[in-house]
């Protein structure tokens, strides 16, 4: 099983960028997808997560209202748009496949991980 996550890079405080994360297709259509981040001399944390069936979304305070991820069924990819980005934002992004197929949260419930993706904000 295979998470490639993609689309990391420089911008500047307050712009954008969008991530990306292409999965295997038999976790992707069974399996809550999300991405978590760390930064740096933190722990990893958790950014956004969304059910197996894309209804159900769930977010970091830090980033609600900002931040929103999606799931394209098409191409087997779940996507985070980053908008209004901050210098905290700064971390390597990672891709996670969850043990189940809701929302999730938590590090313990990562099933897989992708290969992490950086992120630089600068002021």
């Known amino acids: 099983v295979q998470l490639q996550a993609s689309g990391g890079g420089l911008v500047q405080a307050g712009g954008s960028l969008r991530l990306s994360c292409a999965a295997s297709?038999?976790?992707?259509?069974?399996?809550?997808m999300g991405w978590f981040r760390q930064g740096p001399g933190k722990e990893r944390e958790f950014v956004a997560s969304?059910?197996?069936?894309?209804?159900?979304?769930r977010y970091a305070e830090s980033v609600e209202g900002r931040f929103t991820i999606s799931r394209g069924y098409a191409d087997n990819t779940i996507s985070l748009q980053m908008n209004s980005l901050k210098p905290e934002d700064t971390a390597v992004y990672y891709c996670?496949?969850?043990?189940?197929?809701?929302?999730?949260?938590?590090?313990?419930?990562?099933?897989?991980w992708g290969q992490g993706t950086l992120v630089t904000v600068s002021s």
């Open positions: 996670a496949a969850a043990r189940g197929a809701s929302v999730f949260t938590t590090t313990t419930a990562v099933t897989r």
């Open positions: 297709g038999r976790i992707f259509n069974n399996n809550g």
């Open positions: 969304v059910s197996w069936n894309g209804h159900t979304t």
